[in-house]
Structures are given as structure tokens and as C-alpha cells.
């Protein structure tokens, strides 16, 4: 799969493409959980949401390394901060895709200064070229595991 196309208007319309049934091709998300999961990153990636690091400081350079490759995200993962029984915040789909937006207006507004950097437990003090590749292979995982 291509790398999706870092333009909201691009998320939000292959977003729009999944329902409450929409089935996962690999994983036990819903598409609704992958939505809010994909929310709960940018929140991170905006200062929100803190957690502490998982990688130690020697490594941060590897992982980012990785950011800047063609190789996807590995399939099935499990990380600390993105428990598999979190309840979801929204009664709908839609409602979720709305969150969304509003992150990722506050993502690039919080970036408007470009010393800006905000922690990932993975991956360490990213700036905003940094997160938007991690958004952006984050969001090809995700879209391919739901076919979008």
C-alpha cells in the first residue's frame, strides 16, 4: 500500500469509507477503537497525552531511522499506552472521525512554533516532520488493516 496522503481532507474521505461492521483484515479493533486510537497518537503528538519512555535514550536515533524507511509497521503489535480494552469515548463512528479533525487542527496549530518537539514512548523527542512520519506510517498501518 502507498503511504497515505498527509492532507486532512484525504483522511477524513477514506475515514468515511468505514461503519460500526466494517470488519479488520488482520487485529481485533473495530474501525471505531481504531479511529479513537489514531486520535489518542495525535493527542500525544500535540503534548496532551504524556507516557513515559519505553526505549531508552541510546536507541531514540534506530527508531527514528526507522521513521525515515519504507518499512511498515509490523502487523498485530502491542504497545503500552494503547491497552487493547480501552472503551471506546463515542457512541458513534462519526462522532469519533469528529474528534479526530479537531486533533489534527490542534496537532498543526500546536506546531505552528518549529523548535517544537513533544515525546513519544517509542521513539523520543519528535519534531513536526518527525511526528508527521510517524502519522503517516501509522495511518498506512491502520488503513490497510481495515482496507481503506
Sequence with gaps: MEPVELEIT???GRMDTLNPNTKPVWGTMS???MIEHLTDTLRIAS???QFPLVVPEDKFER???FLHSDKPMARNIEVSFAAKETP??????ELAIDEFLLEWIDFEEH???EN????HPYYGPLNFDEWCLLHQKHLTHHFEQFGI
Design 111 to 113: 506546531f505552528a512554533d
Design 47 to 49: 503534548g496532551k497525552d
Design 116 to 119: 517544537q518537539t513533544e515525546s
Design 88 to 93: 471506546l469515548r463515542h457512541e458513534e463512528i
Design 10 to 12: 484525504h483522511i477524513l
Design 63 to 65: 527508531m527514528k531511522a
Design 31 to 33: 474501525a471505531q477503537r
